[in-house]
Structure formats: structure tokens, C-alpha cells
């Protein structure tokens, strides 16, 4: 069911409409819809109409309704989930483009001085199955105290920042790292 313009309508009054009003179950006729994801890199970037700015949740999606950075609503209706990346574009069925820009999140950066306990610190996250960002000299992970006196009693030092989230997406998962498979032997078992 999907809410329909009434007799008195209007956008400030649409949870009169409908009371059950969510991300995903109801869009209005002034909404615009994007169905597209443009991955950093290939779609042109003077030519974004808008953007959205969106924690690693949000860039996580295939069906939800947001508000752009300029105002608009938009619904988010992609083929199937999608981990959008900083500088990805959601493309509007009119062709217009919005960027994708990560929000500051608090994260938890990881730091070692000795750089091989540093890779036996990402193992021990990935053995949790734990979000983490791999950087050159230390990793992020999202706050969790249990996990952080785990990595304390590694001798990890860890220290509370706000910054974009882009953590890896794993064997199984693209968390807006875009590669190409070439050929028929590449393919993921």
C-alpha cells in the first residue's frame, strides 16, 4: 500500500496521511526515486545536482527513504543492497546525479608499534566477524567496550575520533571497494 495524495494533503502534514509512515512504505508523488548507484570514478562529478551525506548505516542500503543535503527526500530503490563509498553517485530517474559523502562517525582507531602485532590485531577482529578499516599504520573499528579492553590487553593503543567510516567488505561483501573480475577463472567459492 502506498500513501496517496489526499483532499488537505501536504508534505507538512504526510503523517496525517499515513500513520505507519517509514523509511520504506511510503513514498509521496513529489519524492524523487534513485535506482542507480554510480561507483567513484565512473560518473562525472561536475555534473552532481545534489548530495547526500550519510554514516556507514545509510551507505549501506538498498531500500530507504532519506533527505538529501539540500533538502529533498529521496528514496533509495536499488536492485539490491549496495555499500556506497565517499564520492559514489545515486543517479534520480530525471538523470540527475547525487554524491555520496560518509558522515564523521565516532570510530576507535587502532594502533600498534609493532606492525606484525598490528595484522595479528585485525585478524583477531575479523576472526569476531567486527567492521574494521585496514589503513597503513593502524586500524578503525566502531566503539565496542568489550573489544577495545580485548585489544588494550594486545598492548593496542586506541584513541576516539570522528571520521568517515569505510570499513573493508570482506570475501563476501563490497564495502564500496570497486574491482572488475576479469575473466571466467576469477570468481569468489
Known sequence: ??????????????QECCRWLNAISCTDLAMHRASIHRPAGHWPKEKAAGSLTLDFDARHRRRIRLTSDQGEDILIDLPKAVAMAD?????????????????TELVVEVRHQDQVQLIRLAW????????????????RIRPDRVIEDMLHGFGAR???????????????????????????????E
Open 1 to 14: 500500500m502506498k500513501c496517496a495524495r489526499m483532499a488537505g494533503f501536504s508534505r507538512a502534514n504526510r
Open 87 to 103: 564520492g559514489d553517485a545515486l543517479q534520480l530517474e530525471d538523470g540527475k546525479l547525487l554524491k555520496v559523502k560518509a558522515a
Open 124 to 139: 583477531h577482529l575479523g576472526n569476531r566477524h567486527l567492521a574494521a578499516e585496514i589503513r597503513n599504520h593502524f586500524l
Open 158 to 188: 586506541l584513541v576516539k575520533v570522528q571520521v568517515p567510516f569505510q570499513p573493508e567488505g570482506g570475501a563476501y561483501g563490497d564495502h564500496g571497494h570497486h574491482h572488475e573480475h576479469r575473466g571466467a577463472e576469477s570468481h569468489h
